[in-house]
């Protein structure tokens, strides 16, 4: 039930408690588990924060695990004391790295994980990824974008000669490179620049028709705005037919105004499924 989200159990599993478990992937990526109270296998969302992460959605990850549900987050290279060097590129990669971590078997019976059950959301940039996996068949049951920042979209802008998003872009990447390693805002750009075609998501709705899919919209986002950012992408995944839903929320990109109402949509997707 949805109440469970803000309410601590009423009885813990002495065996098999709730809890947080630190995670190192590949001896370079440093990540947390939080536990579902119970011996489970429980249903296992992993969590992807955005650029650069200042916004980790811990609380998220509290209130869906009170609800039965593991949940599983990581930092990409370079960031946040993960090894490495940060780019977009790697980060998807890192995100391959994980998947295949949490497919072990003593893996996931260490962490109570049923790996039939795995999930994928992701906030902002960590919803571009999301989105790049959908449409790649990365194996995961379902994938939830969370005001997703469209990086090729961006950069079509740019290469089409719009001069404010090309300011907006290099002043965004600017700001958050203080918790990252190996990067600049220069290299950043050049990256999406580089792979904008490759990362295209808005070419063709095709490889989005089998994805199970929750698009949530931030209506307040001035950081990725709505017309350019997010109703793209729900109107392309609403061609693309199939399992699809799209909420929207009256927030800002971070979801400050609507946190518990962002961890219940999340929590009654999971549930269904």
């Given at each position: 039930?949805?109440?469970d989200?803000?309410?601590?159990?009423s009885n813990?599993d002495?065996s098999?408690?709730p809890g947080?478990?630190?995670?190192?992937?590949?001896?370079r990526?440093?990540?947390?588990i939080?536990?579902?109270?119970g011996k489970?296998?429980?249903?296992?969302?992993?969590?992807?924060?955005g650029?650069p992460?200042?916004e980790?959605?811990?609380d998220i990850?509290?209130?869906l695990s009170r609800?039965?549900?593991?949940v599983?987050?990581f930092?990409y290279?370079?960031?946040?004391?993960?090894?490495?060097?940060?780019?977009f590129?790697?980060a998807?990669?890192?995100l391959?790295?994980v998947?295949?971590?949490?497919?072990?078997?003593?893996?996931s019976?260490?962490?109570?994980?049923d790996?039939?059950?795995?999930f994928?959301?992701?906030?902002?940039?960590?919803?571009f990824?999301?989105l790049?996996?959908?449409?790649?068949?990365?194996?995961?049951?379902?994938?939830?974008?969370?005001a997703?920042?469209?990086?090729?979209?961006?950069?079509?802008?740019i290469?089409?000669?719009d001069?404010?998003?090309?300011?907006?872009t290099f002043?965004?990447?600017s700001?958050g490179?203080?918790?990252?390693?190996?990067?600049?805002a220069?290299?950043?750009?050049?990256e999406?620049?580089?792979?904008?075609?490759?990362?295209?998501?808005l070419e063709?709705?095709e490889?989005f028709?089998?994805?199970?899919?929750?698009l949530?919209?931030?209506?307040l986002?001035?950081?990725?705005?709505?017309p350019?950012?997010?109703?793209?992408?729900?109107?392309?995944?609403?061609?693309a037919?199939?399992?699809k839903?799209?909420?929207?929320?009256?927030?800002?990109?971070?979801?400050?105004e609507?946190?518990?109402?962002?961890?219940?949509?999340?929590?009654?997707w999971?549930?269904?499924r």
């Amino acid at each position: 039930m949805k109440s469970d989200l803000i309410r601590d159990p009423s009885n813990v599993d002495a065996s098999f408690p709730p809890g947080m478990s630190p995670l190192f992937f590949d001896g370079r990526l440093l990540g947390l588990i939080y536990l579902a109270n119970g011996k489970g296998p429980h249903k296992t969302l992993v969590l992807l924060h955005g650029f650069p992460g200042n916004e980790k959605n811990l609380d998220i990850a509290h209130m869906l695990s009170r609800g039965g549900i593991n949940v599983l987050i990581f930092h990409y290279s370079g960031c946040w004391g993960s090894r490495g060097s940060y780019s977009f590129g790697q980060a998807y990669a890192d995100l391959r790295t994980v998947r295949k971590a949490i497919a072990d078997e003593g893996f996931s019976d260490l962490n109570r994980i049923d790996r039939d059950r795995v999930f994928l959301a992701g906030h902002s940039v960590g919803g571009f990824l999301t989105l790049l996996a959908a449409r790649d068949h990365m194996d995961f049951r379902g994938f939830a974008p969370l005001a997703p920042y469209n990086l090729s979209l961006q950069a079509d802008r740019i290469e089409a000669g719009d001069t404010d998003a090309c300011k907006e872009t290099f002043d965004l990447f600017s700001c958050g490179l203080n918790p990252l390693d190996g990067a600049t805002a220069e290299s950043l750009l050049a990256e999406i620049r580089e792979r904008r075609k490759e990362w295209d998501l808005l070419e063709t709705p095709e490889p989005f028709r089998a994805p199970d899919m929750l698009l949530v919209i931030a209506s307040l986002d001035t950081v990725a705005r709505p017309p350019i950012h997010q109703i793209p992408l729900a109107k392309m995944l609403n061609r693309a037919g199939g399992r699809k839903k799209v909420l929207e929320l009256s927030c800002s990109h971070d979801f400050s105004e609507r946190r518990i109402a962002l961890a219940e949509a999340l929590y009654e997707w999971l549930e269904d499924r």
